[in-house]
C-alpha cells in the first residue's frame, strides 16, 4: 500500500495542526474542568471547512477524501479529544448518510448548514436498552397522514443540546425487527423533542452528551432519510465510516501520550541524569511509538478503502479496535512515565487517559468490533 501523502494531505494536516494549537489548546484545560462546549470553535472548524470534510462542493462541503479527514481529526484530537469527536459526529455520522442517501431537497435544505458548520448534527441511535443490541430499538415512529409521530428516549447522544437537526432511529414496524427501523431528521425546536438530561462524562467533557426523549412529537414524512425499513442497515453503514473517525481520534489521544512522555523524559531527572536516559523509560516510549505507527498504518488503510470504493466495514472495526487500545494503553504508560506528576491535574497526562476510554466503548464497544472483523472472516 502506498501511504505517501499528497501536497492537499499535508496541507490539511498542517492547517487542523496550527489550528489545534493556535485556537484549541489555549481553553482545552478550562473546558474540560467547566464541561464547556467549544462553541466558538465550532464555528470556525466550519468556516475553514472540517465540519463537512468530505461533504462536495455541490452541497458546500470541502470535497476532500477520508484520509484527509483522518488527518485532521487525529491533529484536533491530539490536543482536544472532545472537539475531535465533535467533528467526528458531524463529518461521519451526519453528514455523510445525508448526502449519500437523502433526497436533493433534504440535502438542499439542510446538507449545506451542515457542511459549512453554520449549523450541528447529530445521531440518535443508541437508546436506554439498544447500545451494542442496536436493532432493539423502542423508539416508535407511527405514520399520521403526511408525517410520523415519534415517541421514545434516546441516549449517551453526542453534540444532543448543541445540535440543530437529530438524524433519529425509530422502529416503523416492530414485528420487522432490524427491517423495521427507520431514520428521521428532527430539527431542534419540533414540539415534542426536548433535551432530557446532560451525562457527567469520566472523560471527553466538553462534548456535550444527553439523553433526547421523544413524545408525539410530529416529523414530515419528507424528513424520513431513506426507505422505511432502511434505517438499520443505513445506521450500521454510516457507523463503518464513524469509526476510521474514532479510529483518527484514538491514534491523535495516543499520539499527545507520546509527544508529553517525551519532552517529560528529557526534561525530568532522576538519580543525577534525565530519565530518558533509562531503558526501563526508553522501552516504554519505543513500544508505544511502534503501536501509534501501526495503529496509524490501519487507520490510513481503512480511510484508503473507503476512499476507493472499496468495503471498508472489517477494516474500519480493525483500525477502532486496535487504535482505541492503543489510545488507553499509552495513556496508561504516559501517567507511569510522569509518576506522580501524571496523576494531577496540572499536567495533561491524567486528562488523556480519562478521554481515551471512550473509544474502546462509543460507536461500537470493543466487543462489537471484534464481532464485526470475526463475522468477515466467517461469511
Ligand atoms: N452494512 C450494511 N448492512 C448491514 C451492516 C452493515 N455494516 N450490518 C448489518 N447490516 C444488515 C444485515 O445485512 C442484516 O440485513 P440482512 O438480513 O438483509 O442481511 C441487517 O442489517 C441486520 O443485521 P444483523 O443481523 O447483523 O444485526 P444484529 O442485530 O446481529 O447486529 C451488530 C449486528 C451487533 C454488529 C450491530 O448491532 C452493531 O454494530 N451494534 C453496535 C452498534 C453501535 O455501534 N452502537 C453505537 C451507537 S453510536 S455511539
Redesign the pocket.
Known amino acids: 500500500m502506498d501511504f505517501s501523502f499528497t501536497e492537499t494531505h499535508r496541507m490539511i494536516r498542517e492547517t487542523a495542526r496550527k489550528f489545534a494549537e493556535e485556537r484549541v489548546a489555549p481553553g482545552t484545560i478550562d473546558r474540560d474542568e467547566k464541561e464547556e462546549f467549544p462553541r466558538e470553535i465550532v464555528r470556525e472548524l466550519g468556516a475553514l471547512g472540517f465540519m463537512g470534510m468530505m461533504v462536495s462542493e455541490q452541497w458546500g462541503g470541502s470535497g476532500l477524501d477520508t484520509i484527509s479527514y483522518v488527518l485532521a481529526i487525529e491533529e484536533i484530537s491530539r490536543v482536544d479529544a472532545s472537539v475531535g469527536v465533535i467533528m467526528s459526529v458531524n463529518n461521519s455520522?451526519v453528514c455523510y448518510g445525508l448526502e449519500k442517501v437523502g433526497t436533493t431537497e433534504q440535502k438542499e435544505k439542510y446538507l449545506r448548514e451542515l457542511a459549512s458548520g453554520r449549523r450541528l448534527g447529530a445521531?440518535a441511535?443508541?437508546e436506554p436498552e439498544a447500545?451494542?443490541?442496536?436493532?432493539?430499538q423502542r423508539t416508535v415512529a407511527v405514520r399520521d397522514g403526511d408525517a410520523y409521530l415519534l415517541n421514545g428516549t434516546k441516549n449517551?447522544i453526542?453534540n444532543g443540546s448543541s445540535a440543530d437537526l437529530v438524524l433519529v432511529m425509530a422502529a416503523t414496524d416492530k414485528s420487522k425487527?432490524?427491517?423495521g427501523i427507520s431514520t428521521f431528521l428532527v430539527e431542534k425546536g419540533t414540539p415534542g423533542f426536548a433535551v432530557a438530561k446532560k451525562e457527567r462524562k469520566l472523560g471527553i467533557r466538553s462534548s456535550d452528551t444527553v439523553s433526547l426523549s421523544f413524545t408525539d412529537c410530529r416529523v414530515s414524512a419528507s424528513n424520513r432519510i431513506g426507505s422505511e425499513g432502511d434505517g438499520?442497515?443505513f445506521?450500521?453503514?454510516t457507523?463503518?465510516g464513524?469509526?476510521i473517525g474514532i479510529a483518527a481520534q484514538a491514534l491523535g489521544i495516543a499520539q499527545a501520550c507520546l509527544d508529553a512522555s517525551v519532552s517529560y523524559a528529557k526534561e525530568r531527572k532522576a538519580f543525577d541524569r534525565p530519565i530518558a536516559e533509562l531503558q526501563a523509560i526508553q522501552f516504554k516510549l519505543a513500544e508505544m511509538a511502534t503501536n501509534i505507527d501501526a495503529a496509524r498504518m490501519l487507520t490510513l488503510k481503512a480511510a484508503s478503502a473507503k476512499d476507493s470504493g472499496k468495503p471498508y466495514?472489517a477494516e474500519a472495526a480493525m483500525a477502532k479496535l486496535f487504535a482505541s487500545k492503543v489510545a488507553v494503553q499509552s495513556a496508561l504508560e504516559a501517567i507511569q512515565i510522569h509518576g506522580g506528576y501524571g496523576y494531577v491535574r496540572e499536567y495533561l497526562v491524567e486528562r488523556y487517559l480519562r478521554d481515551s476510554k471512550i473509544t474502546e466503548i462509543?460507536?461500537?464497544?470493543s466487543e462489537?468490533q471484534r464481532?464485526?472483523i470475526a463475522?468477515s472472516l466467517l461469511k
Open positions: 455520522l445521531f441511535l443508541s447500545g451494542s443490541d442496536a436493532s432493539n449517551w453526542t425487527g432490524a427491517k438499520f442497515r445506521a450500521m453503514q457507523l463503518e464513524g469509526r466495514g462509543y460507536e461500537g464497544t462489537i464481532i464485526v463475522r
